[in-house]
């Protein structure tokens, strides 16, 4: 069974800048894709950033310009830097995995992580 483990967030100033990362563990042979999420009080869980194996990338529109996502395929793992953060900004961030593949054919599987708080506070 594969599993998530994120780490970073924390607590920001407007402004201000934050990095989580996220590793696949487990005999993994690929990850198609990997990203992360956020859900803020009250509201519905929403896509902040995902790349693929071969380097494509989506961002909602709320981070364009200001979050990056990147990938160490060979370590399965993914980060999110943030940058000029805002307070709707502030949620739990979800890592998410697509389509893992174990060395032992098994697979493909979709998998969480268990969310890291991310508070932009003054």
């Known amino acids: 069974q594969v599993q998530l483990v994120e780490s970073g967030g924390g607590l920001a100033q407007p402004g201000g800048s934050l990095n989580l990362s996220c590793t696949a563990s487990g005999n993994i042979r690929t990850v198609l894709g990997m990203g992360w999420y956020r859900q803020a009080p009250g509201k519905q869980r929403e896509m902040v950033a995902t790349k693929n194996l071969i380097g494509n990338t989506e961002y909602a529109e709320s981070v364009k310009g200001r979050f990056t996502v990147d990938r160490d395929n060979a370590k399965h793992t993914v980060f999110l830097h943030m940058s000029d953060l805002k307070f709707d900004d502030t949620a739990v961030y979800y890592c998410?995995?697509?389509?893992?593949?174990?060395?032992?054919?098994?697979?493909?599987?979709?998998?969480w992580g268990q969310g890291t708080q991310v508070t932009v506070s003054a």
């Open positions: 998410y995995a697509n389509r893992v593949m174990f060395t032992t054919g098994r697979g493909p599987f979709d998998t």
